[in-house]
């Protein structure tokens, strides 16, 4: 089966979301990667706005648009008319379409005859077309670093592509590799782990991920907790197979429960660092943490200062906030 | 989508296996629930022999079958024709078809179509079909036990079904929960767990678990280990939906290496104990190791009795093998 490659440039479809938060997929992959949007296209009712020229299909690809990207969640998980109509259009415009939503584009039979027609591709990335072989924990050439976190949505994508960045700006051989939908946009291909069978958690990761140059970094967008009742097992596949020479915490501080358990408080910072440095050792025992990236945005500016300040403390680790303070203390500590 | 409800009795289809191996989950099967099994059918040059009365479908319908239970490896995971006649045979005599091969037995057009004709059932018990919520982690009534190891295939479906029997047989209220394929055709019912959606894992057991009486003992089978680099997310998942209240460890001494991993030892037993307890910890903070199960069948009897005495030593708990000793130990240590 296929391997996820999304082309770009994209032409950013927001449809009718009722706000903001529904184009939050979209609002990330116009941060991250402006120049390859040309635009976006809104329908009428539509409360969300990236900050693109808005645009029709023709005119997206009159401008080189290749690929119709559904970035934002629609309401029930069902696809409307009017939603059907513009990914048929953009289909006949010669783009290729790819979702993030849980209900397969590919589903719908007007959708996957006209792309079947047509010869285009439908890339639904929430669901894993390839087949994966299950980890071998085999040693692979070039270095790999994991985000991993206290917690669900944490900041592990955000950390990891903010080092990219930092790292092509030093001339550093690095590669952002996606776990997640967001993140699959973003980089053009990757898997979505959590939707992988579980047998091939660690092995899906070790296709992501695949022997390098000695001095290229893969950097790795972990996904939920090993301290997440719901999703640990993900996040230790994730560990194992990513073999990690380097990890990064990634923390919350005034979050008062783990995301959708309402009962379960975060892991003490230094417990969760311990537990993943030892877990991340079964297949790489060189394997560190090298550093904290703490979401301050909840504190104020001084409350933020002491905070990591403490936790440098307690850590022994440079600890940092990523939108504050930049990441390049987490790359000068790189092994 | 469907829970999966094997109807017994069975009659238990060994085709064309090349040996004894080959017949590994029949043979299972026909130990633990040999008062399900009316017979096995047998196809010409099958070397494999489970010890029940060969039969016909024509005779083994007559005699009350229910469900003909493939419980075999065929050669290249490719159905032959004489495979497919037998099961086609099965149906219009009006029993169910319960598969535990790769490919899906629904996916040979003649057989669902033959199938869905007749309103009769196809269980392919390696393909979950059911839809599963995310893990909550939310505390449960009724008690749990869960068999973990420090590798694969060394004896936690074995353990569990062991101490099923002796808890039984002293009037106490347990039943055996099924994780793979071998197991659920034993149970009936099941989940595979290493085939669901990797963010359903610790969701799945949850599922399979549910609230019982206070005096009730759910006996999960467990999969892989944590320090199996191919399969440790599964296993944490399971942990985390089972939170067990007491957790059995199986190990096997002459074992060099992990399953499938030539170059990965397996782990000390008492590292291994104190991981998968402080897994544990995160959904059942009462949970504690009970025993220590052990397959000691490649020493001599003097060498498994002084290992077993050493380990005893060593991890301050009952060290048992259900082959030599039976488990009435562990029941004995149950909490």
Not at 51 to 80: H, K
Not at 86 to 98: F, K, N, P
Not at 174 to 183: E, K, L, P, V, Y
Request: hydrophobic fraction near 40%; glycine fraction near 10%.
């Amino acid at each position: 089966m296929s391997e996820i490659q999304i082309e770009h440039p994209y032409l950013m479809f927001l449809g009718d979301a009722r706000d903001q938060l529904a184009a939050k997929t979209a609002d990330g992959i116009a941060y991250w990667r402006r120049d390859w949007c040309v635009g976006q296209l809104r329908l009428p009712g539509c409360n969300a706005n990236i900050g693109l020229p808005d645009m029709s299909i023709a005119d997206a690809a009159a401008q080189g648009a290749r690929t119709l990207i559904i970035g934002v969640a629609n309401a029930g998980g069902v696809l409307t008319e009017t939603w059907t109509d513009t990914i048929v259009e953009a289909l006949e415009a010669g783009l290729d379409v790819a979702s993030g939503l849980h209900m397969r584009v590919a589903e719908v039979p007007v959708v996957k005859e006209t792309a079947d027609r047509l010869g285009k591709n439908l890339f639904d990335v929430r669901h894993p077309t390839q087949e994966f072989a299950t980890g071998k924990g085999t040693p692979r050439t070039g270095k790999r670093l994991l985000t991993v976190g206290t917690d669900c949505s944490i900041g592990k994508m955000y950390t990891c592509l903010a080092m990219e960045q930092d790292m092509h700006s030093r001339g550093m051989k690095a590669d952002f590799r996606a776990t997640g939908q967001t993140g699959i946009f973003i980089a053009g291909t990757g898997v979505s782990v959590d939707a992988v069978v579980a047998d091939f958690i660690s092995g899906s990761v070790e296709w992501l991920a695949p022997d390098n140059d000695p001095d290229h970094w893969d950097l790795i967008e972990g996904q939920g907790s090993l301290f997440h009742a719901s999703f640990a097992g993900v996040t230790l596949g994730l560990i194992h197979g990513s073999q990690p020479d380097a990890l990064v915490m990634c923390h919350e501080p005034t979050r008062t429960n783990m995301r959708g358990l309402p009962e379960s408080p975060l892991p003490p910072v230094d417990v969760c660092i311990r537990a993943n440095v030892e877990a991340a050792h079964l297949t790489n025992p060189d394997c560190r943490m090298i550093g904290v990236a703490v979401n301050t945005s909840a504190l104020e500016n001084g409350d933020a200062r002491s905070y990591l300040e403490n936790l440098e403390k307690k850590t022994g680790l440079p600890c940092v906030d990523p939108v504050r303070d930049g990441v390049s203390r987490l790359v000068d500590a790189l092994p």
